[in-house]
């Protein structure tokens, strides 16, 4: 069982940056994909980038390519979300999921971190 549990939210200008972070209790696995995702209010849940425990492998939302980075610290069974240059239409709730290599069924959700970004 893993917990994911997000921090680092908060309240930014716009062309601020934050930086998340998603820490996970319990053990691991060389197998797990852990994703970023975000739901403005009215809107869908939208993907923003994920990376590969094992190889570190990233990929990103076209929204953010070149603003967020994400990477993970094995040691400190962690993975952050570096954001910069927001824009106020960054607002939302950020999540972290965890699922495993080549599939697309989430095992766990973290409960979420609010991300404001004034104009």
């Known amino acids: 069982q893993v917990q994911p549990v997000e921090s680092g939210g908060g309240l930014v200008q716009a062309g601020g940056s934050l930086r998340l972070s998603c820490a996970l209790s319990g053990r691991t696995s060389n197998s797990y994909v852990m994703d970023w995702f975000r739901q403005a209010p009215g809107k869908e849940r939208e993907f923003v980038a994920s990376?590969?425990?094992?190889?570190?492998?990233?990929s990103y939302a076209d929204s953010v390519k070149g603003r967020f980075t994400i990477s993970r610290d094995r040691a400190k069974n962690t993975v952050y979300l570096q954001m910069n240059s927001l824009k106020p239409q960054d607002t939302a709730v950020y999540y972290c999921a965890v699922r495993k290599l080549g599939l697309t069924e989430y095992d766990y959700w973290g409960q979420g971190t609010q991300v404001t970004v004034s104009p």
């Open positions: 990376i590969t425990w094992i190889g570190g492998g990233t």
